[in-house]
């Protein structure tokens, strides 16, 4: 059973055998740095205490009764906090919501809040059936190469709120796709002072800002320590600090383990060395072949094979019998990330020219692989970011798995780029 309250002990365990696989592959001449960053990164494995009460209740009987009391307080003050400041932001949002379809009669809404509710937001500030309406929504509609099924879940949640809405008594005849989209971002907004609250006021949210102050000297505000308590997939970056016009870079991995394992993640290891991965190669805005910038330039094509090298160190991991934290009789290596997706535009490409990618991965050396593929590379990079982040919100807010094949289009700017390289790249065409 994995130890709540000290769960990153099995991957201090095994902190070094991982080091040396990622030496073999990327070469002796890496250890320092490899060594140096992964060393120097924080990493947080917590969960919230409502993740820990959920696995407590699922392994009851492996959990001793004095652990189980801890739980169940911490569980009890943090729902605590988090029902009064959901109530403070819901009746904010009610307000902003009245004011904005010049609601007058709020007895009705009041005596349905739940239902109310229902049609803006749900209780952690993500959606609602209001959603529908966004301009995001509409361009769906439009779009001819939208799956029909979206299309009509889509106007089953527009149906559903008109309904529930005309119930409630509530005109919505001023309701336009550009004040769907402020109400949207009114939402994010009341979303973040939500989180902010949680993050300054519970016990968790201070073991955290304890935590990294005691390893980065470092003291964080309620903003920013809410933006990393909360994540809920495995994530690599960097905690970044202005001061003077002075940037500050601290090294920080968030795996919520016992969250991971609550909705059924079975490829734990993989989601963990996919992250060092990340760290060993991220010089302040450049991770991998990919840069932190508006355009998040290379940003999928470098999480695809960031993938496919975490599945090759996990799966020689486990060939020594080393399971970090994955189940040995019940555990997965693929099938776990959706940028396995993208496997089928990207193979080829990525295992013809692994040396060279891997060493500008490993180096930050953007500008070598601009040279070495040619202006095919830009265009391909950002078509994979588009493609990746379409299927990626109409799997999210639909529940559409993709099914992503190589067409002609790519087939052409991979065959560009061959073409290139074997020119010796752009410089020598």
């Known amino acids: 059973m994995i130890n709540i309250c000290n769960i990153s002990e099995n991957f201090n365990k095994y902190k070094n055998n991982i080091i040396s696989l990622l030496v073999d592959y990327y070469g002796q001449e890496y250890y320092d740095l490899i060594n140096e960053r992964i060393n120097s990164t924080y990493i947080d494995f917590s969960s919230t205490p409502v993740e820990d009460y959920k696995y407590a209740m699922e392994h009851n009987n492996e959990i001793s009764s004095f652990d189980k009391i801890i739980i169940r307080l911490r569980y009890k003050l943090y729902t605590d906090l988090e029902k009064k400041s959901r109530k403070n932001n819901f009746d904010l949002l009610t307000k902003y919501i009245s004011d904005s379809l010049l609601i007058s009669d709020l007895s009705k809404i009041k005596s349905n809040e739940e239902l109310f509710l229902s049609l803006f937001s749900d209780e952690n500030f993500n959606s609602g059936l209001i959603d529908s309406f966004s301009s995001k929504s509409t361009d769906l509609l439009n779009d001819n190469s939208v799956p029909t099924c979206i299309k009509e879940s889509i106007n089953n949640d527009r149906e559903k709120f008109k309904e529930i809405s005309k119930n409630l008594g509530i005109d919505i005849s001023r309701l336009t796709s550009d004040l769907v989209d402020k109400f949207l971002d009114y939402r994010k907004e009341l979303q973040g002072n939500h989180k902010n609250y949680i993050a300054k006021n519970s016990q968790f949210g201070k073991k955290m800002f304890k935590a990294i102050k005691s390893e980065f000297n470092l003291e964080l505000q309620p903003e920013i320590l809410s933006i990393i308590s909360f994540i809920e997939n495995a994530y690599a970056g960097n905690i970044i600090v202005e001061n003077d016009n002075n940037i500050s870079f601290y090294s920080y991995i968030r795996i919520p383990l016992i969250h991971l394992i609550n909705i059924g993640v079975k490829g734990l290891d993989v989601?963990?060395?996919?992250?060092?991965?990340?760290?060993?190669?991220?010089?302040?805005?450049?991770?991998?072949?990919?840069?932190?910038?508006?355009?998040?330039?290379?940003?999928?094509?470098?999480?695809?094979?960031?993938?496919?090298?975490?599945?090759?160190?996990?799966?020689?991991?486990?060939?020594?019998?080393i399971f970090i934290y994955d189940n040995p009789n019940d555990y997965k290596i693929e099938g776990e990330s959706t940028y396995e997706w993208m496997f089928p535009l990207s193979e080829s490409l990525l295992e013809e020219f692994e040396d060279i990618f891997s060493s500008c991965a490993i180096n930050n050396d953007l500008e070598k692989l601009n040279d070495y593929f040619g202006s095919s590379w830009v265009t391909y990079s950002e078509h994979i970011n588009n493609v990746y982040n379409t299927n990626m919100y109409l799997y999210s807010r639909f529940g559409k798995n993709p099914n992503i094949q190589l067409d002609e289009s790519v087939t052409s700017m991979i065959t560009d780029m061959e073409l290139v390289s074997r020119k010796g790249g752009i410089k020598n065409v």
């Open 271 to 321: 989601n963990i060395i996919h992250e060092l991965i990340h760290k060993i190669e991220t010089d302040k805005n450049r991770v991998g072949i990919s840069i932190l910038n508006d355009e998040n330039t290379n940003d999928i094509i470098n999480e695809i094979r960031t993938q496919k090298l975490a599945i090759h160190i996990t799966r020689k991991l486990h060939e020594q019998g």
